[in-house]
C-alpha cells in the first residue's frame, strides 16, 4: 500500500520536518461512499497498524477527504451525513466540501493547498 511507502520513507532519519508532514498526509478525493468508506478503512488501517510500527509518527499522519459538493455523501439521508461528518471529526479525518480539485502536484492540488503524499482520487458512475 502506498501509504506504508510513504510512513516508511517519512520514518529515514534526517528527513525534514515539512517532507515528513508531506509524506504522512492522504488525500482522498470523493466524498460518495466509496470515498468515504476508504477514508475511514485507511484511518483505521494507520492507525491499528501503522501507529504500533511507528510509533513516533502516529501524531502527525493527515487523511483528508476531498469532496466537490456542499457534502459528502449527497445521496443519502441527512442524519447519515452528519454521522459520518461527526465520527471523522472525532477521528480527526478532516472533510474540505465544495472544494473541487483541478489540478494535482507535488506539494499542492489546486482549490485548497495541502501537502500530500498519496492521492486517491475516486469518481462517480457517469450517466
Same mark, same amino acid.
Given at each position: ?8 520513507? +517519512? ?46 509518527? +502516529? ?8 469532496? +466537490? ?45 495541502? +501537502? ?12
Amino acid at each position: 500500500m502506498q501509504s506504508a511507502i510513504g510512513v516508511e520513507t +517519512a520514518a529515514f532519519p534526517g528527513q525534514l520536518p515539512d517532507e515528513v508532514d508531506r509524506l504522512l498526509h492522504m488525500v482522498v478525493v470523493g466524498g460518495g461512499p466509496t470515498g468515504v468508506e476508504l477514508s475511514g478503512e485507511l484511518h483505521d488501517f494507520l492507525e491499528d497498524d501503522l501507529k504500533m510500527w511507528y510509533p513516533e509518527l +502516529a501524531g502527525r499522519i493527515r487523511i483528508t477527504l476531498v469532496e +466537490a459538493l456542499p457534502s459528502v455523501l449527497p445521496t443519502f439521508s441527512k442524519q447519515l451525513i452528519e454521522y459520518t461528518e461527526s465520527t471523522f471529526k472525532e477521528s480527526k479525518i478532516e472533510i474540505l466540501t465544495k472544494t473541487m480539485v483541478k489540478e494535482v502536484g507535488r506539494l499542492s492540488y489546486s482549490s485548497c493547498i495541502v +501537502a500530500n503524499a498519496l492521492i486517491l482520487v475516486l469518481l462517480g458512475q457517469g450517466k
